[in-house]
C-alpha cells in the first residue's frame, strides 16, 4: 500500500513538473495562453532576424509579441514571402492605414516590429487580418550601394583629375586662358582700352545705323 502511494506521489510530482516546464517554454516563446487578445498577419519580403517572441511596439510602448514566423509562396506576387504572426492585447486598437516596420535588426539593438499609427478614420483591424509591412533593406544590399556610391566618386574623382591635368598643361581653351601668358597679356591689354575708350565698342554701318558690338580679340 505504502508503495502505491509512493508511485502516486511520484506521478503527482511528474505531471506537475510537466505542467510548469510547458509554462515556461510558453512564456519564454511569447505565447500566452491566458492572456487576452487578437492576431495580425504581417506579410514582409525581409525581416532580417526577427524571430519568434520579438517584441510588438507601438510609439515604443510593448503592445504584444511575434508568435510565428512563416515562410509562404504568395500566389499573387508569384515568390515566397514572409507571414509574420503577431499577437495584439486586448484593448490596443490598431486601424488600416497603420505602418508595419522591422526595426532593431543592428547588432546594438533588439529586432522588433514597430507599429506606427497613421491620421485618418480607417477602420480598426480585425481579428485574423492580413495587411501589408514596410519593405526593409537587407544589411548586404545596403552594402553594395554603398559600394557603388564609392565606385562613383572614384571615376568622378578620375575624371576630375584628368581635366586639372590637362588644365596644369595648357590644353584645351580654359588650359590656354590659364597657362598662356601672352594671351593673358592681351586679354588684359584689352579690357584697359575698354575701360580708357568705351566709345570703342560703337561703330557705324552704312546706313548710318547705331549698333552696339562687343569686339574679341582673335
Known amino acids: 500500500m505504502k508503495k502505491k502511494n509512493n508511485e502516486v506521489a511520484v506521478g503527482i510530482f511528474v505531471i506537475l513538473g510537466f505542467i510548469f516546464l510547458t509554462l515556461v517554454l510558453f512564456f519564454v516563446s511569447g505565447v500566452y495562453l491566458f492572456r487576452s487578445g487578437y492576431t495580425v498577419n504581417v506579410m514582409f519580403n525581409y525581416v532580417s532576424i526577427l524571430n519568434k517572441g520579438a517584441p510588438v511596439r507601438m ?20 515568390n515566397n514571402r ?25 547588432v546594438l539593438s533588439e529586432p522588433h516590429v514597430e507599429i506606427s499609427p497613421k491620421p485618418g478614420a ?17 544589411m548586404e544590399e545596403l552594402m553594395d550601394q554603398a559600394h557603388g556610391t564609392l565606385d562613383h566618386i ?7 583629375s584628368n581635366i586639372l591635368g590637362k588644365v ?11 597657362m598662356e601668358d ?8 584689352f579690357m584697359k582700352d575698354v575701360r580708357a575708350h568705351p566709345w570703342k565698342l560703337l561703330r557705324k554701318d552704312s ?12
Do not use: C
Open 207 to 218: 546706313k548710318d545705323k547705331r549698333k552696339w558690338y562687343f569686339l574679341f580679340l582673335a
Open 122 to 138: 480607417f477602420p480598426l483591424l480585425k481579428k485574423g487580418a492580413v495587411v501589408e509591412g514596410m519593405p526593409l533593406v537587407g
Open 182 to 189: 601672352e594671351l593673358y597679356r592681351e586679354m588684359n591689354a
Open 82 to 106: 514572409v507571414r509574420v504572426k503577431l499577437f495584439i492585447e486586448k484593448g490596443v486598437e490598431i486601424r488600416e492605414n497603420y505602418a508595419f516596420t522591422v526595426r532593431g535588426t543592428h
Open 154 to 160: 572614384e571615376s568622378s574623382s578620375a575624371s576630375l
Open 168 to 178: 596644369e598643361k595648357g590644353d584645351g581653351t580654359v588650359g590656354k586662358l590659364l
Open 59 to 78: 510609439a515604443g510602448v510593448r503592445i504584444g509579441e511575434v508568435s510565428r514566423v512563416d515562410i509562404i509562396y504568395d500566389q499573387a506576387k508569384q
